[in-house]
């Protein structure tokens, strides 16, 4: 059996995704501390949500996805990128990572609501 965890997720995923949500604590900005089930998945779903509808660098996508962790962000970043959720392009100085097809797929799976805009 999973253990529950306590992170922050962005207001707009916790409302998606409530089916992770076991209780929701305070809300902080534009983020609720909530007590979660499958994390791992969540993380995941956490990245793709937030590329679904513009590219984003590195610094905008990690202060987005309210992984707090920097290495559990890069697990997890490293992890889409791997199974090809999201791609990844130097531009000048900055990397910037896009959802792919097959993270759209993967997002979609997992909406719980039929008002998913691509």
Known sequence: MMRARLTYVPLEVA???????????????????????????????????????????FSNLYSKSKIRMKKSFLNYLHLCVDYKFISKEAVGANVIYTITDKGRTMLKLFMQKNNYVD
């Open 15 to 57: 409302d998606q995704f409530e089916d992770f949500i076991i209780h929701r604590e305070e809300q902080v900005l534009d983020a609720v501390k909530a007590r979660t089930r499958d994390y791992s998945t969540l993380s995941l779903l956490k990245l793709l949500y937030q590329l679904r509808g513009n590219p984003m660098t």
